[in-house]
Nanobody, 120 residues
């Protein structure tokens, strides 16, 4: 079994910063791409940022220049540093990872979500 556990959400004023963490644990052979998604009330879940095992990154246009995704492969952990936060960044943030449980069996996993609220 594989679990993704997130931490670091909370309430912050506009212009502030937060750092999210997500650690994968369990029966893991290797971790491929990892990423962060978010879902605001009444909206669809959207990709915020993603990072490959080789550390290539991809960002949503709305967060470029403000958010930074990184990972620690030894710890199976992905981070999202969020700076210059805006009220429109308010959402539940979900961690996602593509994980190989064996050399040939891979699946996609989600964390439970962590609330980020930015006040104006």
């Amino acid at each position: 079994q594989v679990q993704l556990v997130e931490s670091g959400g909370g309430l912050v004023q506009a212009g502030g910063s937060l750092r999210l963490s997500c650690t994968a644990s369990g029966s893991i052979f290797s971790v491929n791409a990892m990423g962060w998604y978010r879902q605001a009330p009444g909206k669809q879940r959207e990709l915020v940022a993603a990072i490959t095992s080789g550390r290539s990154t991809n960002y949503a246009d709305s967060v470029k220049g403000r958010f930074t995704i990184s990972r620690d492969n030894a710890k199976n952990t992905v981070y999202l540093q969020m700076n210059s936060l805006k009220p429109e960044d308010t959402a539940v943030y979900y961690c996602n990872a593509e994980i190989y449980r064996t050399t040939y069996y891979r699946d996609n996993y989600w964390g439970q979500g962590t609330q980020v609220t930015v006040s104006s």
